[in-house]
């Protein structure tokens, strides 16, 4: 089971269980996307590890939270903590969706895209918005 790293925030993936209870009862549960702390990118030329280690230090800072430092690997953010324009999603019309009915849409985050919709940060405070 996957949880949202975010302080505060309850969104998790859900069990098989509850997942098929849902379906029994005809219930739609909500699906969140959760994206990766970026990694940094060791193997890519100067500028461009540069980049990835800054934007993980900063998607690390933004958590606010002990013990994401040293392995940000295994943590997720889900996607209620990103404004609109940092998440792309699919070119599809409502109407091919509906067709795909069990088909999962997946949503991707815009090159640079950084979380900014937290609890603990003061409600005045402007968005960094995007890092690259």
Known sequence: MVYCAVVGCKSRTFTKA????ARQNNQELSNFRFFKIPKVRVHEC????QLSERRQREWIARL?????????QK????????SSDAVCQTDMSKEEIKELENSIVRLQLQLGALAD???????TEKSLGNLY
């Open 18 to 21: 509850e997942k098929e209870k």
């Open 46 to 49: 100067g500028k461009t590890k």
């Open 64 to 72: 606010n939270r002990k013990g994401v430092s040293e392995d940000p």
């Open 75 to 82: 943590y997720k953010v889900c996607c209620r903590h990103f």
């Open 117 to 123: 919709k937290f609890r603990h940060q003061n409600s």
